[in-house]
């Protein structure tokens, strides 16, 4: 079994991202090809994405922390994009169609909890933490007398988890760790 880590550059709001894609070997962790072993790793099929795409973020320097630390997760419907933090709530929703950000969508404050598909035989596949794609993401918020409710978007069609590095110096690195774990990011 290979994990794929997804690579093309993109611009997501006002962050443009690049990325290497690689195939890597899950039981050695080293890149793997089918063609020779001086050959690249070949990129999967746009038709093959993952169901989860991992990213991974070059943070140059830990005053950049802030503006690119708090998405973890993003998540992509039909007409939306939802930004996760490290804590599964959602910090902002973005109409793809626009690019614009919704300062008043319903789900802004709410935690993702998972996803949920009905089957064909009338059973229903729960998935946790994340959603998957295909699947309803499931987010929990509490109603003005304080007792949760369960909502839901409309299917997922991406899943993207984003790791993030930071480049410190040494003297720098306990008070960036402390940024970090403070903010949940």
């Avoid at 899950?26 to 990129?43: A, N, Q």
């Avoid at 140059?60 to 690119?68: E, F, I, P, Q, Y």
């Avoid at 109409?95 to 996803?115: E, K, Q, S, Y």
């Amino acid at each position: 079994m290979s994990l794929y880590i997804a690579g093309r550059s993109r611009i997501l709001g006002r962050v443009t991202t690049r990325m290497r894609t690689q195939r890597l070997d899950e039981g050695t962790g080293f890149t793997r090809s089918k063609t020779s072993p001086s050959s690249p790793p070949r990129p999967p099929e746009p038709a093959a994405r993952p169901p989860v795409e991992v990213e991974l973020r070059d943070i140059r320097n830990s005053a950049a922390l802030a503006r690119h630390g708090q998405r973890a997760f993003e998540i992509w419907t039909k007409n939306r994009s939802y930004a996760l933090d490290a804590k599964f709530e959602c910090w902002e929703v973005v109409d793809l169609a626009t690019g614009a950000a919704d300062p008043n969508h319903a789900f802004l404050g709410c935690r993702m909890v998972g996803g949920q598909r009905r089957t064909e035989t009338g059973r229903t596949l729960l998935s946790f933490p994340l959603p998957t794609p295909g699947a309803e993401a499931v987010f929990q918020k509490f109603d003005a007398n304080g007792k949760m409710k369960m909502s839901i978007t409309s299917k997922v069609k991406r899943v993207i988890v984003y790791v993030h590095v930071v480049r410190v110096d040494v003297p720098e690195q306990e008070a960036v760790w402390g940024k970090i774990t403070r903010t949940g990011h």
